[in-house]
């Protein structure tokens, strides 16, 4: 799956504040293990640790934290599985993803932290746990101690109903994984629009929020590949007037309509060095502009944005340190000039 799959780039989006993955963590995390970590310390890591391997399998969002009166951070990696199949045996892949943690860690002499893998699974298919033992049930049980059982923490949205789900106390991440979960019901989706936009009204109060109803229904429009005239029909049956006009003019501003035409004739990979270009002309233009919205904007991930946000920054201040190098130097060479010259005598 490419880096700039729809369920992906929401994924990405949606778990890039901090407010959010809280929430999520204060909910679905265990109260045992929940309160050994301090969310107040909560920071994002952006070392990329899913493998070539993983890549097909899982798109990562990873945070650090330290833990209650201890002198440790704990690393907490929320995998999203983003195959319409479950894997067979999901503990080698997470094995896999823990390992380059701990071998990064090593490799800058630091001790290797804990890891909580969360696996985030949003498929029609009940994913049921089960121990690594049973992925040898062919083999004597006396070997089953040495074959490395270790935990992780799935959040399966299919266990849980609609009303559950918006009852979470952040409304950005109750929409949004009410969405994740229908995210492959299109039929879902077209009859219930109004649920999934009935927060629209209060979000769109706010600049957050208003970025955040925008990259929902960009979402929504991707996955329903919804045409005009239904979505008009829709919108007017479902939403009302202030959502309806914000979400018609998002559509009218992107041109939807026409990415998804590209999409699917599968044309835009061809797109992604245009969103690049028009990323790094909005940062030049419009520095103070939020990430959020220039990803919307050019159709770049939010993490293409920040990072073409740090080069950016990075070259105004080598520039700048290059600028002032020079005035140094010139006053130097002035100086150098003015000084008089002995006589000899």
Same mark, same amino acid.
């Given at each position: ?9 929401? #994924? ?5 504040? %901090?407010?959010? /993955? ?79 943690? *701990?071998? %990064? ?21 009940? *994913? ?6 049973? !992925? ?13 059982? #270790? ?8 266990? !849980? ?12 991440? @109750? ?43 960009? !979402?929504?429009?991707? &996955? ?5 005239? %239904? ?14 006009? /914000? ?16 999409? &699917? ?6 797109? &992604? ?15 103070? &502009? ?28 080598? @520039? ?6 020079? @005035? ?18």
């Amino acid at each position: 799956m490419t880096k700039n799959h729809p369920h992906d780039e929401f #994924f990405k989006y949606l778990f890039s504040m %901090t407010s959010v /993955v809280r929430a999520f963590l204060e909910y679905f995390v265990p109260p045992h293990l929940l309160r050994l970590l301090d969310l107040d310390t909560l920071e994002f890591d952006d070392t990329e640790y899913i493998s070539a391997e993983l890549q097909p399998l899982y798109s990562d969002k990873v945070l650090r934290c330290g833990l209650q009166q201890l002198p440790a951070t704990a690393f907490i990696a929320i995998l999203m599985e983003h195959k319409s199949f479950i894997p067979r045996h999901p503990h080698f892949q997470i094995s896999d993803y823990r390992q380059q943690i *701990w071998n %990064t860690a090593t490799a800058n002499k630091k001790s290797p932290p804990f890891v909580l893998p969360i696996v985030l699974y949003h498929g029609r298919q009940k *994913w049921k746990k089960q121990r690594m033992e049973a !992925y040898f049930k062919h083999l004597p049980a006396d070997f089953y101690p040495y074959v490395g059982h #270790f935990e992780y923490l799935l959040v399966d949205l299919s266990a !849980y109903t609609d009303e559950a789900l918006l009852r979470l106390k952040v409304g950005f991440l @109750a929409f949004g994984l009410l969405m994740m979960k229908h995210a492959k019901d299109k039929a879902y989706l077209e009859r219930e629009m109004k649920k999934i936009f009935s927060g629209g009204e209060n979000f769109l109060n706010t600049e957050e929020g208003r970025i955040f109803v925008e990259r929902l229904f960009v !979402y929504f429009i991707r &996955m329903t590949n919804m045409d005009t005239a %239904t979505l008009q029909q829709n919108a007017s049956q479902a939403l009302p007037p202030k959502s309806k006009r /914000v979400l018609l003019s998002t559509y009218d501003q992107l041109k939807l309509e026409g990415k998804i035409e590209g999409k &699917m004739e599968g044309k835009i990979e061809g797109k &992604m060095e245009q969103a690049l270009l028009v990323c790094r002309a909005l940062l030049e233009e419009f520095p103070n &502009m939020p990430d959020e919205r220039i990803a919307l904007l050019s159709g770049a991930t939010l993490e293409v944005v920040q990072e073409e946000r740090r080069k950016h920054l990075a070259g105004i201040a080598a @520039a700048a340190g290059k600028k002032s190098a020079k @005035a140094s130097s010139g006053a130097a060479a002035k100086t150098s000039a003015k000084k008089p010259v002995k006589q000899r005598k």
